[in-house]
């Protein structure tokens, strides 16, 4: 089999597209494979953390030309508002729209050969290197692949359980019913029976509402989005109130189902590079998952071009992530099954800085990424 390419990237994601471009910089030829044609919304709370920030610059992607908005600030409610404390860094609020469409850009401006609109149906390692085969009968050739699909599994190379299973995530954006500008610089947690939201505010009055619900309390909702409204909003009239006159801006919610949360990769004996969600999954409320997946690429590119191996990154990875993402699986679990302990944090406001430091990619292992 013929080694046209160095790389082959399943995903055009932020991992696959950030990879793109480090390799293809590098002098690497490299082909990333995306599934869609254009620009779309995905489930995701689109809050973006300093680390993020810091890579995105690296990249070259200044966020704020793109209509990033400063975020400060943290909330957490449940019937009514129990805490909140300025973050211990700045954030920023970004579309994934807006944010994916401008990483695959630059990685095509970088020189990786970016195909759209392909499905990959298989990935099969050769004695010469690895095959993707696709669902109109293709094929993509190269050394090396790496698996950077999000939180959709390729067949034959699904993800095992995470440690916090049995959840559905939702996403829906609303036009609510009058500007606030004040509102534009916090994000807000909400717990509800069976599950929490994610509330982050845009600029133009717009609310993007991101939620965990148990799979066990959707059914008992008759599995409907607009009876899982009203169960939120019974149960919290804090954010009932957000709803108000407020208008639905997608014609259905993005939903996610079988999503593993606080699963970590920890080797890659088959050779196969896994980035993003296919290497962890932090569970949403972190405000991490775009950190993850760039610094992913990062380490990625680091050992790939070093000459290191899938294993050797995998294992490096995982020694890096192993904190950050038990300490948030183990705080969403909290959320989950006991809402009623979060009234502590009236007792303690500090609590949700140390949760949003504790749940961090640590900072010596952001360092080795830009030496």
């Known amino acids: 089999m013929s080694r046209e390419l160095d790389a082959l990237i399943l995903g055009g994601g932020p991992a696959g597209a950030a990879l793109g471009m480090l390799l293809a910089r590098a002098g690497r030829k490299a082909t990333i494979l995306e599934k869609t044609c254009a620009a779309h919304d995905k489930v995701c709370g ?31 409610a449940g019937r009514a508002l129990l ?57 993509r050739c190269a050394a090396t692949a790496f698996l950077a699909t999000g939180k959709h599994d390729l067949r034959g190379w699904a993800r095992p359980p995470g440690r916090q299973t049995g959840l ?18 916090r994000v807000e947690l909400v717990l509800f029976p069976g599950g929490y939201a994610g509330l982050l505010f845009l600029p133009g009055g717009v609310m993007n509402l991101c939620l965990l619900v148990k799979r066990a309390m959707l059914q008992s909702l008759g599995g409907r989005w607009a009876n899982v409204l009203d169960h939120i909003r019974s149960c919290s009239p804090y954010f009932s109130r957000y709803l108000d006159g407020a208008t639905a801006l997608l014609e259905k919610p993005l939903a996610l189902s079988s999503i593993p949360y606080g699963y970590l990769r920890r080797d890659a004996p088959d050779g196969l590079w896994r980035l993003g969600d296919q290497a962890a999954v932090i569970p949403s409320f972190s405000g991490d998952g775009i950190s993850i997946a760039l610094h992913s690429a990062y380490l990625a590119a680091e050992h790939c071009l070093a000459g290191g191996t899938a294993d050797e990154f995998q294992r490096n990875l995982h020694a890096q992530l192993r904190g950050p993402v038990k300490a948030a699986t183990v705080v969403s679990q909290l959320m989950v099954a006991a809402p009623s302990l979060a009234s502590g944090v009236r007792l303690w406001p500090r609590a949700l800085a140390l949760i949003t430091r504790r749940t961090r990619i640590p900072q010596a292992a952001l360092l080795t990424a830009f030496q």
């Open 168 to 185: 559905v995530a939702f996403k829906m954006y609303f036009q609510l019913a009058r500007e606030d500008d004040a509102l534009v610089n």
């Open 83 to 139: 805490g909140q404390c300025a973050l211990p860094f700045t954030g920023i609020s970004l579309t994934r729209r807006v944010l994916d469409e401008v990483l695959l850009t630059r990685a095509q401006e970088a020189g990786a050969h970016v195909e759209r609109g392909l499905c990959v149906e298989a990935v099969e390692r050769t004695n010469s290197g690895w095959v993707a085969r696709l669902a109109n009968g293709e094929t």
């Open 46 to 76: 689109e809050f973006l953390s300093h680390e993020a920030i810091r890579y995105l610059r690296a990249l070259g992607v200044e966020p704020e030309t793109l209509g990033a908005k400063p975020v400060d600030r943290v909330r957490l």
